[in-house]
T-cell receptor
Framework: DTEVTQTPKHLVMGMTNKKSLKCEQH?????MYWYKQKAKKPPELMFV???????INESVPSRFSPECPNSSLLNLHLHALQPEDSALYLC????????????FGQGTRLTVV | QKEVEQNSGPLSVPEGAIASLNCTYS??????FFWYRQYSGKSPELIMF????GDKEDGRFTAQLNKASQYVSLLIRDSQPSDSATYLC?????????FGQGTELSVKP
Protein backbone atom coordinates (compact mmCIF):
# COMPACT_ATOMS: atom_id res chain seq x y z
CA ASP A 1 0.00 0.00 0.00
CA THR A 2 1.53 3.31 -1.11
CA GLU A 3 -1.37 5.51 -0.16
CA VAL A 4 -1.08 9.06 1.06
CA THR A 5 -4.46 10.60 1.85
CA GLN A 6 -5.12 14.32 1.71
CA THR A 7 -8.22 16.18 2.84
CA PRO A 8 -10.06 18.10 1.67
CA LYS A 9 -9.80 17.57 -2.09
CA HIS A 10 -11.04 21.08 -2.80
CA LEU A 11 -11.06 24.19 -0.62
CA VAL A 12 -12.28 27.71 -1.25
CA MET A 13 -11.38 30.24 1.40
CA GLY A 14 -11.52 33.98 1.88
CA MET A 15 -8.47 36.05 2.61
CA THR A 16 -9.45 36.45 6.26
CA ASN A 17 -10.22 32.78 6.88
CA LYS A 18 -8.21 30.19 8.77
CA LYS A 19 -8.23 26.68 7.39
CA SER A 20 -6.11 23.54 7.58
CA LEU A 21 -5.03 20.93 5.08
CA LYS A 22 -4.50 17.40 6.33
CA CYS A 23 -2.27 14.57 5.15
CA GLU A 24 -2.09 11.02 6.45
CA GLN A 25 0.05 7.99 5.63
CA HIS A 26 0.25 4.56 7.24
CA UNK A 27 3.34 3.24 5.50
CA UNK A 28 5.65 3.90 8.44
CA UNK A 29 7.38 6.63 6.46
CA UNK A 30 9.50 9.00 8.51
CA UNK A 31 9.80 11.88 6.05
CA MET A 32 6.82 13.98 4.95
CA TYR A 33 6.68 16.90 2.57
CA TRP A 34 4.44 19.78 1.55
CA TYR A 35 4.61 21.01 -2.01
CA LYS A 36 2.80 23.78 -3.85
CA GLN A 37 2.09 23.43 -7.56
CA LYS A 38 0.82 26.09 -9.94
CA ALA A 39 -0.56 25.26 -13.37
CA LYS A 40 2.03 24.13 -15.92
CA LYS A 41 4.80 24.28 -13.29
CA PRO A 42 6.59 21.54 -11.37
CA PRO A 43 5.90 20.99 -7.66
CA GLU A 44 7.69 23.52 -5.51
CA LEU A 45 8.95 22.36 -2.13
CA MET A 46 7.61 24.18 0.92
CA PHE A 47 8.45 22.09 4.01
CA VAL A 48 10.09 18.80 4.96
CA UNK A 49 9.49 16.94 8.21
CA UNK A 50 11.98 14.27 9.14
CA UNK A 51 11.20 12.05 12.12
CA UNK A 52 8.42 14.47 13.11
CA UNK A 53 10.75 17.45 13.23
CA UNK A 54 10.74 20.31 10.76
CA UNK A 55 14.00 19.89 8.86
CA ILE A 56 13.53 22.16 5.85
CA ASN A 57 11.53 25.37 5.41
CA GLU A 58 12.00 26.83 1.94
CA SER A 59 11.50 30.42 3.14
CA VAL A 60 7.75 30.00 3.07
CA PRO A 61 5.67 32.99 4.26
CA SER A 62 4.40 32.68 7.82
CA ARG A 63 0.79 32.60 6.64
CA PHE A 64 1.56 28.92 5.98
CA SER A 65 2.23 27.00 9.19
CA PRO A 66 3.07 23.30 9.12
CA GLU A 67 2.49 20.86 11.95
CA CYS A 68 3.36 17.20 12.43
CA PRO A 69 1.30 15.86 15.35
CA ASN A 70 2.66 12.32 14.95
CA SER A 71 4.56 10.17 12.49
CA SER A 72 1.46 9.50 10.37
CA LEU A 73 -0.05 12.96 10.17
CA LEU A 74 0.96 16.24 8.61
CA ASN A 75 -1.07 19.42 8.68
CA LEU A 76 -0.72 22.74 6.90
CA HIS A 77 -2.45 25.61 8.63
CA LEU A 78 -3.49 28.51 6.44
CA HIS A 79 -4.21 32.05 7.57
CA ALA A 80 -4.62 35.37 5.76
CA LEU A 81 -3.80 33.93 2.37
CA GLN A 82 -3.62 35.91 -0.84
CA PRO A 83 -5.28 35.07 -4.17
CA GLU A 84 -1.84 34.21 -5.58
CA ASP A 85 -1.64 31.38 -3.04
CA SER A 86 -4.31 29.55 -5.03
CA ALA A 87 -2.69 26.31 -6.22
CA LEU A 88 -2.63 22.55 -5.85
CA TYR A 89 -1.10 21.63 -2.49
CA LEU A 90 0.56 18.26 -2.45
CA CYS A 91 1.68 16.13 0.45
CA UNK A 92 4.25 13.39 -0.04
CA UNK A 93 5.99 10.87 2.15
CA UNK A 94 9.10 8.70 1.90
CA UNK A 95 10.66 6.03 4.02
CA UNK A 96 13.51 8.29 5.00
CA UNK A 97 14.67 11.83 4.35
CA UNK A 98 17.17 10.95 1.65
CA UNK A 99 17.51 8.66 -1.29
CA UNK A 100 14.19 6.85 -1.13
CA UNK A 101 11.02 6.85 -3.23
CA UNK A 102 8.42 9.44 -2.36
CA UNK A 103 4.70 8.97 -2.85
CA PHE A 104 2.24 11.81 -3.32
CA GLY A 105 -1.29 12.25 -2.12
CA GLN A 106 -4.00 13.33 -4.54
CA GLY A 107 -3.62 16.96 -3.50
CA THR A 108 -5.88 19.73 -2.27
CA ARG A 109 -7.00 22.25 -4.87
CA LEU A 110 -7.04 25.56 -2.98
CA THR A 111 -8.76 28.69 -4.23
CA VAL A 112 -8.35 31.94 -2.30
CA VAL A 113 -11.04 34.53 -3.01
CA GLN B 1 21.94 27.07 -14.12
CA LYS B 2 18.85 25.15 -13.11
CA GLU B 3 19.50 22.15 -10.90
CA VAL B 4 17.47 19.81 -13.08
CA GLU B 5 16.85 20.51 -16.75
CA GLN B 6 14.30 18.87 -18.99
CA ASN B 7 13.00 19.71 -22.44
CA SER B 8 9.56 21.13 -21.82
CA GLY B 9 8.21 19.72 -25.07
CA PRO B 10 5.58 19.04 -26.06
CA LEU B 11 6.94 15.76 -27.36
CA SER B 12 4.62 14.05 -29.78
CA VAL B 13 5.00 10.40 -30.80
CA PRO B 14 2.69 8.04 -32.70
CA GLU B 15 1.04 5.16 -30.90
CA GLY B 16 3.34 2.14 -30.68
CA ALA B 17 6.54 4.18 -30.98
CA ILE B 18 9.28 4.65 -28.39
CA ALA B 19 9.14 7.90 -26.44
CA SER B 20 12.47 9.16 -25.16
CA LEU B 21 12.59 11.69 -22.33
CA ASN B 22 15.81 13.22 -21.08
CA CYS B 23 16.95 15.05 -18.02
CA THR B 24 20.30 16.54 -16.94
CA TYR B 25 21.29 17.62 -13.49
CA SER B 26 24.02 19.81 -12.06
CA UNK B 27 24.74 18.29 -8.63
CA UNK B 28 27.40 15.59 -8.98
CA UNK B 29 26.65 14.48 -5.42
CA UNK B 30 23.08 13.44 -6.21
CA UNK B 31 22.55 9.77 -5.51
CA UNK B 32 18.94 8.93 -6.35
CA PHE B 33 16.74 9.93 -9.23
CA PHE B 34 13.15 9.45 -10.13
CA TRP B 35 10.54 9.87 -12.82
CA TYR B 36 6.97 10.85 -12.08
CA ARG B 37 4.01 10.91 -14.43
CA GLN B 38 1.39 13.59 -13.90
CA TYR B 39 -1.93 13.69 -15.70
CA SER B 40 -3.57 17.08 -16.03
CA GLY B 41 -5.24 18.08 -12.77
CA LYS B 42 -3.88 15.06 -10.89
CA SER B 43 -0.99 14.48 -8.52
CA PRO B 44 2.40 13.06 -9.57
CA GLU B 45 2.63 9.29 -9.73
CA LEU B 46 6.01 7.60 -9.21
CA ILE B 47 6.89 5.41 -12.17
CA MET B 48 10.66 4.86 -11.82
CA PHE B 49 13.27 5.25 -9.12
CA UNK B 50 16.93 4.66 -9.91
CA UNK B 51 20.17 5.13 -8.01
CA UNK B 52 22.68 2.88 -9.80
CA UNK B 53 24.41 3.63 -13.07
CA GLY B 54 22.91 1.73 -15.97
CA ASP B 55 19.42 0.67 -16.93
CA LYS B 56 16.41 -0.21 -14.86
CA GLU B 57 13.40 -1.76 -16.56
CA ASP B 58 9.81 -1.99 -15.37
CA GLY B 59 7.33 -3.18 -17.94
CA ARG B 60 7.30 -0.74 -20.86
CA PHE B 61 9.46 1.76 -18.97
CA THR B 62 13.27 1.84 -18.89
CA ALA B 63 15.20 4.40 -16.90
CA GLN B 64 18.86 5.02 -17.73
CA LEU B 65 21.25 6.74 -15.36
CA ASN B 66 24.71 8.00 -16.29
CA LYS B 67 26.29 9.73 -13.31
CA ALA B 68 29.50 10.59 -15.14
CA SER B 69 27.55 12.54 -17.76
CA GLN B 70 24.94 13.69 -15.24
CA TYR B 71 21.88 12.62 -17.15
CA VAL B 72 18.95 10.38 -16.56
CA SER B 73 16.50 9.32 -19.25
CA LEU B 74 13.22 7.50 -19.55
CA LEU B 75 12.21 5.32 -22.48
CA ILE B 76 8.60 4.33 -22.96
CA ARG B 77 8.20 1.44 -25.38
CA ASP B 78 5.00 0.76 -27.31
CA SER B 79 3.63 4.17 -26.35
CA GLN B 80 -0.11 4.33 -25.76
CA PRO B 81 -2.47 7.32 -25.81
CA SER B 82 -2.91 6.74 -22.07
CA ASP B 83 0.79 7.63 -21.66
CA SER B 84 -0.03 11.20 -22.65
CA ALA B 85 0.92 13.22 -19.59
CA THR B 86 3.64 15.43 -18.17
CA TYR B 87 6.74 13.54 -17.04
CA LEU B 88 8.77 15.01 -14.20
CA CYS B 89 12.29 13.94 -13.49
CA UNK B 90 14.11 14.85 -10.35
CA UNK B 91 16.52 13.89 -7.64
CA UNK B 92 16.92 13.91 -3.92
CA UNK B 93 19.30 16.64 -2.86
CA UNK B 94 19.94 16.80 0.87
CA UNK B 95 16.44 15.68 1.76
CA UNK B 96 14.76 17.86 -0.84
CA UNK B 97 13.02 16.31 -3.81
CA UNK B 98 13.98 18.64 -6.65
CA PHE B 99 12.02 18.46 -9.90
CA GLY B 100 12.72 19.53 -13.43
CA GLN B 101 10.19 21.60 -15.37
CA GLY B 102 8.54 18.52 -16.81
CA THR B 103 8.17 17.21 -20.36
CA GLU B 104 4.69 17.09 -21.86
CA LEU B 105 4.23 13.90 -23.87
CA SER B 106 1.44 13.44 -26.39
CA VAL B 107 0.88 10.00 -27.93
CA LYS B 108 -1.24 10.22 -31.08
CA PRO B 109 -3.48 7.27 -32.05
Amino acid sequence: DTEVTQTPKHLVMGMTNKKSLKCEQHMGHRAMYWYKQKAKKPPELMFVYSYEKLSINESVPSRFSPECPNSSLLNLHLHALQPEDSALYLCASSQGPSGTEAFFGQGTRLTVV
Amino acid sequence: QKEVEQNSGPLSVPEGAIASLNCTYSDRGSQSFFWYRQYSGKSPELIMFIYSNGDKEDGRFTAQLNKASQYVSLLIRDSQPSDSATYLCGHNQGGKLIFGQGTELSVKP
